[in-house]
């Protein structure tokens, strides 16, 4: 059964850094799209940044040169270093994977939009 576990969340003040991880489980093949979405209080969720199986990147126009999105296939993880925070990138932090191919019990099958538990970011002034 896939997991996606996030973990590196926390408090910091504004200008502070913090690195997220995501680590999928199970028996897998292979891993499409990874990204990272947030949701602040009261705000529709949006998309922060994702990566391709190929090593594509892509920036919200907000976190642009302020985050890195990279990706270690060998451990099938996700992650998203943050620096420069500011308070208003206060949120909960998800983890996506669009598609992955991993045995169900019985099979290898492609699923699809997996998320991580989420992980709170908070960033004081």
């Known amino acids: 059964q896939v997991q996606l576990v996030e973990s590196g969340g926390g408090s910091v003040q504004a200008g502070g850094s913090l690195r997220l991880s995501c680590a999928a489980s199970?028996?897998?093949?292979?891993?499409?799209?990874m990204g990272w979405y947030r949701q602040a209080s009261g705000k529709q969720r949006e998309l922060v940044a994702d990566i391709t199986g190929g090593g594509i990147t892509t920036y919200s126009d907000s976190v642009e040169g302020r985050f890195t999105i990279s990706r270690d296939n060998a451990k099938k993880t996700v992650y998203l270093q943050m620096d420069s925070l500011k308070p208003e990138d206060t949120a909960v932090y998800y983890c996506n994977v669009d598609q992955i191919i991993a045995y169900d019990g019985r099979r290898y099958t492609t699923q699809f939009n997996y998320w991580g538990q989420g992980t709170q970011v908070t960033v004081s002034s």
């Open positions: 199970g028996t897998i093949l292979s891993i499409n799209r």
